[in-house]
């Protein structure tokens, strides 16, 4: 018996930072359409052992970029993709501590950018390494140079290449005035512009993306506000509050675009779900705002085909996988009761990495919820987002990351 996992023979796309090649949980539309699990269950490509830390991994090309932390040592590996053999490592002394004892690991995924890997520690640390040899080229310190803040979890910010820069959430200050954000040289790490009197946030910074901007626009969600940024000058363009009353909340979901031209933005903590318009000068205006529709605790949701499909609920409570239309936020459906997880999209797939370690096949359809496929890829209790490349699902627990082969096989 034979059966067709994945069809179709065309050239696959990198994974090279956060949320993927357009930071927005999507695989590009060159990757293979998946169909379902073998019925044998998933083929581990290979497995390679991590330490501690949320930080997700992250493909080029042939290589695989892996950040973790064993004792007193963050680590930087770059393993084959194909078998998982080790290439090169970084490694450099690390005592972050956790305020809530939670884990002391690095939770920024990594990004890779012309030739260049850049890493963000949770210490505050920002470095570049050499994609083929992983020597370090530079260092900049958030915390020496810009007072950056610990927060409550540690920095977290994913670092946002564009146009020569390493664009970073620091919620610092210095001399020169505020930094809550800052554009580091990709070339040296200089610092070439600050601004923003605000706190570093967990959601990432994100690009605009196609059409209908004057300028090269950087959107992020702060502690308290949402912002637009001019990413050649760091003149800010929006800013606007937006964030829970209780002081012990976070901002964690990172800002997605729904088409050209609506942002959609979620939180727990009383913050809810809202939809925004983009306006080519560099503003926003609110489209709806509701509570109980998609309240993300820490997952991105993903968009496809005017509807979203994210995880709803405090964590602690358990949540629920939702699918909402971004029109006027009705519910279309909802999975029933799940500890939490991540989850990216392929094509009209989801794939559903859930904190019990279990990978799910979801359709990206706003008709029912269908789960085609589920099985156990991972030990339970952990929260980092996969990556997707050349038709592998890439994944990790605190113990290690696994690549699931998920291409065109017969049985």
Request: aromatic share 10%.
């Amino acid at each position: 018996m034979s059966t067709i996992l994945m069809v179709g023979s065309v050239p696959a796309a990198d994974w090279p930072q956060f949320l993927g090649p357009n930071r927005d949980g999507a695989a590009a539309d060159s990757e293979q359409v998946i169909k379902g699990f073998a019925f044998s269950g998933v083929k581990f490509r290979w497995k390679h052992p991590v330490g501690t830390g949320f930080a997700g991994p992250v493909v080029v090309g042939d290589r695989v970029i892996l950040f973790h932390r064993i004792n007193d040592q963050a680590i930087v590996v770059c393993v084959d993709a194909a078998t998982g053999t080790e290439e090169w490592r970084y490694t450099y002394a690390n005592a972050f501590k956790d305020s809530f004892g939670f884990d002391n690991g690095p939770r920024a995924c990594p990004t890779v950018a012309q030739g260049k890997v850049i890493i963000h520690g949770a210490e505050g640390t920002v470095q570049a390494l050499d994609l083929t040899t992983g020597k370090r080229l530079w260092g900049f310190d958030t915390v020496k140079e810009l007072n950056s803040p610990q927060g409550f979890f540690g920095r977290v910010c994913a670092p946002l290449v564009t146009d020569g820069k390493v664009i970073m959430e620091a919620g610092g200050a210095n001399g020169k005035g505020a930094a809550g954000m800052i554009a580091l040289s990709l070339d040296d790490g200089r610092i070439l512009w600050q601004c923003l009197k605000d706190e570093a946030s967990y959601a990432a910074p994100i690009l605009k993306l196609g059409g209908g901007a004057t300028f090269p626009a950087i959107i992020a969600w702060m502690r308290n506000d949402l912002v637009v940024v001019n990413a050649l000058d760091g003149g800010v363009k929006f800013q606007q509050r937006l964030r829970s009353d209780a002081d012990a909340s976070v901002n964690a979901a990172t800002p997605l675009w729904c088409g050209e031209d609506k942002l959609f933005l979620t939180a727990c903590y009383d913050v809810g779900a809202s939809l925004w318009q983009w306006k080519p000068e560099g503003k926003f205006t609110r489209l709806w705002q509701k509570e109980d529709v998609l309240d993300a605790h820490y997952s991105t949701p993903v968009y496809y085909d005017g509807y979203l499909y994210g995880f709803h609920g405090r964590q602690e409570f358990g949540q629920s996988l939702r699918c909402v239309r971004v029109q006027d936020g009705k519910v279309m459906w909802e999975s029933g009761r799940v500890a939490g997880g991540t989850l990216l999209r392929v094509h009209d797939t989801l794939l559903v990495l859930t904190e019990a370690g279990e990978l799910w096949l979801v359709d990206a359809s706003p008709a029912k919820f269908n789960r085609r496929g589920q099985e156990q890829i991972l030990r339970g209790g952990h929260r980092s987002h996969g990556a997707f490349s050349n038709g592998v699902f890439f994944a990790r627990d605190d113990r290690q990351v696994v690549a699931v082969d998920l291409r065109l096989r017969e049985e």
